[in-house]
């Protein structure tokens, strides 16, 4: 990786120890607080901005969340800093218990393993569902998304990399019922902070990462549905394995080996 693992940059090792809340980077929305929906509104603010420092790296794993010190220095009150919370908890980023102080989640490699082992099984489906079903016109929109993220740095504009990321697997993956599309949206945001750290840790992960998604596109044009579910789930595997490799080498994820060996034939 670009550091050693374990350490934290110098500008986020501060928040480590819960000293660190006065480094964090956030613009106040200012105003009084509104009715409900205005509150909602600014929760789900808080909630992304904190959400995104976690994903990036900027929030290291272990970093102390203290509720009262972040809702002062982000400028807002109690309450949406407490919803905010409670949403990253949903999501399984913090560890938030009663009377205890939150913290960022470390990265468990169990949680990995099964989360792209679901990835891999139910993405592999809804590929195979969609590839027989794409207009041009949603080729050109796969095309398009894939041109934002050669364009775009992940450093400099980590929420444009992501959104432009996400429409491309989104309309790979398009054709299946809303709640299977409900459930790998659901995959893939728990997925962010994995793929940041194979960015991170592995040397050419971009410019792989790239062919790779210039291979789904390409078999979706020929409406290749079985190489489009080879493709899918060696790219996805390949990124749960480098990172497990660099963060866990003795854990053995059986979940991801063994998806890849039902839907990609074992290649990884």
Do not use: C
């Amino acid at each position: 990786m670009s550091r050693k693992r374990g350490e934290a940059p110098e500008e986020s090792r501060s928040a480590a120890d819960g000293s660190g809340a006065s480094q964090v980077p956030f613009e106040p929305t200012g105003g009084t607080p509104g009715p409900a929906p205005g509150g909602r509104r600014l929760a789900l603010d808080v909630h992304g901005r904190l959400r995104e420092m976690i994903l990036s790296g900027a929030l290291p794993p272990g970093s102390v969340l203290l509720q009262a010190e972040m809702a002062r220095k982000l400028g807002v009150s109690r309450t949406p800093m407490r919803e905010a919370f409670r949403l990253l908890q949903e999501e399984g980023l913090i560890d938030a218990q009663p009377d205890q102080r939150a913290r960022v989640r470390t990265v468990d490699p169990e949680d990995l393993d099964g989360v792209y082992g679901a990835r891999i099984m139910l993405e592999s489906l809804a590929v195979s569902v969609t590839a027989k079903s794409l207009a041009p016109g949603d080729l050109e929109r796969m095309s398009e998304a894939l041109k934002r993220m050669q364009d775009l740095s992940v450093d400099d504009r980590p929420d444009d990399w992501h959104a432009a990321h996400k429409e491309f697997h989104r309309i790979a993956t398009q054709a299946v019922a809303p709640h299977l599309q409900r459930m790998l949206a659901s995959l893939g945001e728990h997925s962010e902070r994995y793929i940041r750290l194979a960015q991170l840790g592995v040397h050419n992960s971009w410019a792989r990462a790239h062919s790779e998604h210039e291979a789904l596109l390409e078999a979706l044009r020929l409406s290749d549905k079985d190489e489009a579910v080879r493709v899918i789930s060696r790219h996805l595997a390949r990124t749960a394995l480098n990172v497990l490799a660099d963060i866990a080498p003795e854990y053995e994820p059986a979940a991801t080996r063994t998806a890849l060996g039902i839907a990609g034939n074992g290649q990884a």
